[in-house]
């Protein structure tokens, strides 16, 4: 089962850009990388999503490395709504069908 | 934008009560799951449902029982209410498998307290 790892934590200032990586050792094949972020009172909302390479969309981007181990979500410009917790995931197969796997993510903390 | 509404909000009960959640999607999502959220373990999921009628177990099924009546609507049943249950339960839906690149839409959690 491919498992990721994260920084438990991070902060940041306002208007920095932000770089939280992720790393996936064991990620098969077949298997995408997903981010999501959740703030206090609301479910995780998708962020961006990639196989390999380079994704950006008009929220983030993706940096994925050529190995596919590991995975860098940055942020430009972040503000104060950006604080949230940012997880990383790859999908995993169970009884036949796909699944996302939410693991403990990276808190992130904006100042001022 | 997708909309997954959940229902109640918040529910507390007594050990050994009978809580059912709602949760409706107005998306026509093939895809449709119930989450659980606890302090150090993330999301983990109970129970997801690939159409009306159809039933899959997740990572964390024991105490929980599931039905998709229709494509909208996904209900998560505990009919005997223990205090290990008390969480945060999220709803979210999909259009396919999310393996295929698809989003899930989450809905803002249903917090249950069993005292």
């Known amino acids: 089962l491919a498992k990721t790892t994260q920084p438990p934590s991070m902060e940041a200032y306002e208007g920095q850009e932000v770089n939280v990586s992720c790393s996936h050792t064991?990620?098969?094949?077949?298997?995408?990388i997903y981010w999501y972020r959740q703030v206090p009172h609301q479910g995780p909302q998708f962020i961006i999503q990639?196989?390999?390479d380079y994704v950006v969309n008009e929220v983030a981007s993706l940096f994925i490395s050529a190995d596919r181990k590991l995975s860098t979500l940055s942020l430009p410009w972040v503000s104060l709504r950006d604080a949230a917790v940012y997880y990383c995931?790859?999908?995993?197969?169970?009884?036949?069908?796909?699944?996302?796997?939410f693991g403990s993510g990276t808190q992130l903390t904006v100042m001022p | 934008e997708a909309a997954v509404t959940q229902s109640p909000r918040n529910k507390v009960t007594v050990t050994g009560g009978n809580v059912t959640l709602s949760c409706r999607q107005t998306?026509?999502?093939?895809?449709m799951y119930w989450y659980r959220q606890d302090t150090g373990h993330g999301l983990r999921l109970i129970h997801y449902?690939?159409?009306?009628?159809?039933?899959q177990i997740g990572d964390v099924p024991d105490g929980y029982k599931a039905t998709r009546t229709t494509q909208e609507d996904f209900f998560l049943l505990l009919e005997l209410a223990s205090p290990s249950q008390t969480s945060l339960y999220f709803c979210?839906?999909?259009?396919?498998?999310?393996?295929?690149?698809?989003?899930?839409?989450f809905g803002e959690g249903s917090r249950l307290i069993v005292v």
């Open positions: 979210a839906s999909s259009e396919t498998r999310t393996n295929s690149g698809n989003t899930l839409y």
């Open positions: 064991n990620i098969a094949t077949s298997e995408y």
């Open positions: 990639g196989y390999k």
């Open positions: 995931i790859v999908t995993v197969p169970s009884s036949g069908s796909w699944q996302l796997i």
């Open positions: 998306n026509s999502h093939n895809y």
């Open positions: 449902s690939y159409g009306a009628g159809n039933l």
